[in-house]
């Protein structure tokens, strides 16, 4: 790359991070990338590191020795969280929501880039620091907030489907009992999709008692794999026992009413410190 002045070589380096989180980068890079000299890049490095923590925008870490480099680690206050959530929460409280049977319709939401990318920089934030190899989803509504949430840890996806696909070779399958209906359906999950004793964070879009992540738990026992970590998007409260005890929802489903079309849509327990800090 040619020489660039300093102003356009900020620029560059910053897309540069940002599109390579939790990637370490040697200084070499950059100074081989710009044609500049090592101390000018660090020099640079000071200034986006300023401005990235200062913003609200993640953390800019310095590695010292021979293999050592910068890794830029997305982050999101989570007052800045609270505010998108909060205003979400209005959204998801229209009433013409409602859809018959008293489900709530979202898909609207989980197709919107921009929701996406806030969803997934807060999950990312949520479980910033946990040794994670992959992130886990089931099939289907939960692929786009899995997938945002891999973008910012830079981790691949695996995805859970209802029943095993010739295209995806052998695969492990079993019966778990679904929690809002009581009924007993299958999930599988192909064996090249995941290696063993893998460390693994489940992502999914809603959880009422709570019964197909206590599957997809099940699932990671037959491939000796460890949860991580539990990420839902939005949790019914009204539950009389839930089968997933230590997870964090955005988003608190609290009830909906056909009748009067009233629906209760608040923050989830992710921000309950920060609410009861305030």
Do not use: W
């Not at 886990?136 to 973008?151: D, N, R, S």
Request: with cysteine.
């Amino acid at each position: 790359m040619k020489k660039l002045k300093r102003s356009a070589r900020l620029v560059e380096m910053t897309q540069y991070l940002l599109f390579r989180p939790h990637s370490l980068i040697p200084l070499t890079t950059f100074a081989e990338r710009y044609n500049s000299a090592k101390s000018s890049i660090s020099e640079d490095l000071a200034i986006i590191k300023e401005v990235f923590e200062e913003e609200g925008l993640g953390e800019l870490q310095t590695l010292a020795g021979a293999a050592g480099g910068v890794k830029f680690s997305p982050k999101v206050p989570k007052e800045t969280s609270l505010k998108f959530i909060d205003q979400l929460c209005l959204q998801l409280q229209q009433p013409e929501r409602i859809l018959p049977g008293g489900y709530l319709y979202m898909s609207d939401i989980m197709g919107q880039p921009q929701y996406l990318n806030e969803i997934g920089k807060t999950f990312a934030s949520a479980f910033a620091g946990r040794d994670i190899d992959v992130i886990m989803t089931v099939e289907t509504k939960g692929i786009p907030l899995a997938y945002a949430t891999a973008t910012y840890m830079n981790l691949p996806v695996v995805i859970v489907r209802r029943d095993s696909r010739v295209t995806e070779g052998s695969a492990v399958s079993i019966n778990y009992v679904s929690g809002s209906n009581k009924r007993i359906q299958t999930m599988s999950l192909a064996r090249r999709a995941l290696k063993e004793e893998s460390k693994v964070l489940i992502i999914d879009d809603f959880m009422h008692v709570g019964g197909t992540i206590h599957g997809m738990m099940d699932l990671l026992a037959e491939f000796k794999a460890s949860v991580q970590g539990v990420g839902v998007f939005m949790e019914s409260v009204e539950v009389e026992e839930r089968l997933v005890d230590q997870y964090v929802s955005l988003a608190r489903l609290f009830g909906v009413d056909s009748k009067t079309k009233q629906i209760t849509v608040e923050p989830g327990n992710y921000f309950d410190s920060k609410k009861g800090d305030a």
